[in-house]
């Protein structure tokens, strides 16, 4: 089977399977996770990849970012490492920005898997470190070295034994190693689990190797994703945002060339790289931009190296999207997430009902640490969401993390790892953009230090600003905004809360799509066919056939 082809019923149960498997090895990652970054928010991602480092299929929980990257990062990893020196039960691992998603807190692992003695493929797994020491988390620092501790390729595991060297110098750098070790265990029993379930399924279906299953997988996804781009009219697609950037907005430029059934995306024009920790490597940008034009052109299609293919991305060296080493990236993603907002503002002529007004991203998020007087060191990341933009058809979802999907973090579970006390937690009402259809919303966090102790923040925020746009008419989104005992902060710095301190988190919403004046009339007819359809599911439900037994009280 595996040298003649695989008929089309086959092939979808084999990319069915793999799906599956993927899926199955993220469940282990989060039952064994140590941190709450990713058993709650689930920021990591498990891919499978064949013998070349080309991705075949991935959780659908994964992140985006970690998803386009990831395969960069393999193929380079095996540059160090190469495919014929590794050995059953063999883990690699690297937290390289350059290599890899863009900063230190991102831990990227490799390992293989073998059948009947032979490589058949690999799995990689990225996930987000609670802590990789250095400086807090922020975009206040002024190069890598403030960020953290720097792992190049390393061999973390030989056949099934950790180098206990290299897990010495990573505990000895983090403020909570437990937690950072015990995610590298969730590293090696996901992978333990997705070796084991693709060795199965090859196994079950007789094949020698994933290469036929994987090789027609990569064709069809990228003849899938070429037939939609077709459908796009050629030329040159221009757009820029601005960002709040540190003490001066950063812009980002565009020019989207769509020619037949490709596109090439450049970012010639964006901002010059700065000294603050707000440059986005290419590995990055590349994800992002390959993942707004998958949600335009192709969304169906599960994610794999086929659907890249036709896209080229390009970006200045030296900017702030493609910085040189050793620039500070530890917020990265406050200038990497604006990227489907300036693709989609650039094809909003061309593909006017697929594009939806910017989002009130990117993803906000609280990081915390300190130690208490028993001397127990703590530290959290948190993460909180603002609105998506509207669409043609849709309003925008309030409180969604979008391009990252990013889940909340329980209140909960802040509660429990840090001294705050969340004291509300609400959606800011009507805060959306107003359009024929409004942006969705953002919302309010008020969380007050209960500690005996100073507690050291940082923030991940945008948007304070420059609102999210809307489009055709509809109206730009709310800006977002800080306040620490009801003073506005810089919330690009690190702050310290002292016992009884208040703090305001506003995170912005996203941008109306269309005329505001349609609303009125759509919305009524929109509401009409909406009420008819409840009453209709309403007594489908309680509807019932024969006779009726039961007994009715007055």
Same mark, same amino acid.
């Given at each position: 089977?595996?040298?003649?082809?695989?008929?089309?019923?086959?092939?979808?149960?084999?990319?069915?399977?793999?799906?599956?498997?993927?899926?199955?090895?993220?469940?282990?990652?989060?039952?064994?996770?140590?941190?709450?970054?990713?058993?709650?928010?689930?920021?990591?991602?498990?891919?499978?990849?064949?013998?070349?480092?080309?991705?075949?299929?991935?959780?659908?929980?994964?992140?985006?970012?970690?998803?386009?990257?990831?395969?960069?990062?393999?193929?380079?990893?095996?540059?160090?490492?190469?495919?014929?020196?590794?050995?059953?039960?063999?883990?690699?691992?690297?937290?390289?920005?350059? /290599?890899?998603?863009? $900063?230190?807190?991102?831990?990227?692992?490799?390992?293989?898997?073998?059948?009947?003695?032979?490589?058949?493929?690999?799995?990689?797994?990225?996930? $987000?470190?609670?802590?990789?020491?250095?400086?807090?988390?922020?975009?206040?620092?002024?190069d890598?070295?403030?960020?953290?501790?720097?792992?190049?390729?390393?061999?973390?595991?030989?056949?099934?034994?950790?180098?206990?060297?290299?897990?010495?110098?990573?505990?000895?750098?983090?403020?909570? !190693?437990?937690?950072?070790?015990g995610?590298?265990?969730?590293?090696?029993?996901?992978c333990?689990?997705?070796a084991?379930?693709?060795?199965?399924?090859?196994?079950?279906?007789?094949?020698?190797?994933?290469?036929?299953?994987?090789?027609?997988?990569?064709?069809r996804?990228?003849?899938?994703?070429?037939?939609?781009?077709?459908?796009? !009219?050629?030329?040159?697609?221009?757009? $820029?945002?601005?960002?709040?950037?540190?003490?001066?907005?950063?812009?980002?430029?565009?020019?989207?060339?769509?020619?037949?059934?490709?596109?090439?995306?450049?970012?010639?024009?964006?901002?010059?790289?700065v000294?603050?920790?707000?440059?986005?490597?290419?590995?990055?940008?590349?994800?992002?931009?390959?993942?707004?034009?998958?949600?335009?052109?192709?969304?169906?299609? !599960?994610?794999?190296?086929?659907?890249?293919?036709?896209?080229?991305?390009?970006?200045?060296?030296?900017?702030?999207l493609?910085?040189?080493?050793?620039?500070?990236?530890?917020?990265?993603?406050m200038?990497?997430q604006?990227?489907?907002?300036?693709?989609?503002?650039?094809?909003c002529?061309a593909?006017?009902?697929?594009?939806?007004?910017?989002s009130?991203?990117?993803?906000?998020?609280?990081?915390?640490?300190?130690?208490?007087?028993?001397?127990?060191?703590?530290?959290?990341?948190?993460?909180?969401?603002?609105g998506?933009?509207?669409?043609?058809?849709?309003?925008?979802?309030?409180?969604?993390?979008?391009?990252?999907?990013?889940?909340n973090?329980?209140?909960?579970?802040?509660?429990?790892?840090?001294? /705050?006390?969340?004291?509300r937690k609400?959606i800011?009402r009507?805060?959306?953009?107003?359009?024929?259809?409004?942006?969705?919303?953002?919302?309010?966090?008020?969380?007050?230090?209960?500690?005996?102790?100073?507690?050291?923040?940082?923030?991940?925020s945008?948007?304070?600003?420059?609102?999210?746009?809307?489009?055709?008419?509809?109206?730009?989104?709310?800006?977002?905004?800080?306040?620490?005992?009801?003073?506005?902060?810089?919330p690009?710095?690190?702050?310290?809360?002292?016992?009884?301190d208040?703090?305001?988190?506003?995170?912005?919403?996203?941008?109306?799509?269309?005329?505001?004046?349609?609303?009125?009339?759509d919305?009524i007819?929109?509401?009409?066919?909406?009420? /008819?359809?409840?009453?209709?599911?309403?007594?489908?439900?309680?509807?019932?056939?024969?006779?009726?037994?039961?007994?009715?009280?007055?």
């Amino acid at each position: 089977m595996a040298r003649k082809g695989i008929d089309p019923i086959t092939l979808e149960v084999l990319w069915s399977r793999l799906i599956a498997i993927a899926e199955e090895s993220a469940m282990e990652i989060i039952r064994t996770a140590f941190s709450t970054t990713v058993r709650e928010t689930h920021m990591f991602a498990v891919v499978i990849l064949d013998t070349k480092g080309y991705a075949i299929s991935h959780a659908g929980s994964a992140m985006p970012s970690f998803v386009g990257s990831m395969p960069l990062t393999i193929r380079q990893l095996l540059k160090t490492f190469p495919a014929e020196s590794f050995q059953p039960d063999d883990l690699v691992l690297t937290n390289d920005p350059w /290599l890899g998603t863009g $900063h230190l807190q991102d831990m990227t692992s490799l390992s293989p898997i073998f059948y009947k003695k032979n490589l058949v493929g690999f799995i990689g797994i990225t996930s $987000h470190a609670t802590d990789m020491g250095g400086k807090l988390r922020s975009p206040e620092v002024r190069d890598i070295y403030e960020e953290g501790i720097q792992l190049p390729p390393c061999k973390y595991m030989s056949e099934g034994l950790v180098n206990p060297d290299i897990l010495r110098i990573i505990r000895a750098n983090v403020r909570v !190693p437990e937690q950072v070790e015990g995610d590298l265990i969730s590293h090696m029993a996901g992978c333990k689990i997705a070796a084991q379930r693709v060795q199965a399924m090859l196994e079950e279906y007789k094949l020698r190797d994933l290469d036929s299953v994987a090789t027609t997988i990569f064709q069809r996804s990228e003849n899938a994703m070429r037939e939609a781009i077709k459908k796009v !009219p050629d030329g040159e697609y221009r757009f $820029h945002v601005n960002t709040d950037g540190y003490d001066e907005p950063l812009i980002i430029r565009v020019e989207v060339r769509v020619r037949g059934s490709s596109i090439v995306v450049d970012y010639t024009g964006t901002s010059p790289q700065v000294d603050r920790g707000l440059n986005a490597v290419l590995n990055y940008v590349f994800a992002y931009s390959a993942y707004s034009l998958k949600c335009l052109f192709c969304p169906g299609v !599960p994610n794999n190296e086929g659907n890249f293919r036709p896209i080229t991305v390009t970006a200045p060296e030296g900017s702030i999207l493609n910085p040189r080493y050793p620039a500070p990236v530890n917020g990265r993603s406050m200038v990497g997430q604006f990227i489907p907002s300036v693709i989609f503002g650039a094809l909003c002529k061309a593909v006017p009902e697929m594009v939806q007004a910017a989002s009130g991203s990117p993803v906000w998020a609280i990081n915390a640490a300190g130690v208490d007087k028993l001397a127990h060191r703590f530290a959290g990341n948190f993460f909180l969401n603002g609105g998506q933009g509207a669409s043609k058809n849709h309003d925008g979802i309030s409180c969604l993390s979008f391009p990252s999907n990013t889940s909340n973090t329980p209140i909960e579970i802040l509660e429990h790892i840090v001294p /705050l006390l969340v004291e509300r937690k609400a959606i800011i009402r009507d805060s959306g953009g107003s359009g024929e259809f409004v942006g969705g919303n953002g919302q309010q966090v008020i969380v007050k230090s209960l500690s005996n102790v100073q507690i050291l923040l940082s923030f991940l925020s945008e948007r304070t600003r420059h609102p999210a746009y809307g489009l055709f008419g509809g109206k730009n989104g709310r800006v977002g905004k800080v306040t620490l005992n009801g003073r506005p902060i810089n919330p690009k710095r690190q702050w310290v809360m002292s016992p009884g301190d208040r703090l305001v988190l506003e995170v912005p919403s996203g941008g109306g799509y269309g005329d505001p004046k349609d609303r009125n009339r759509d919305a009524i007819e929109r509401d009409l066919r909406e009420g /008819l359809l409840s009453i209709q599911k309403a007594r489908a439900e309680y509807s019932f056939d024969g006779d009726y037994s039961g007994s009715e009280t007055n």
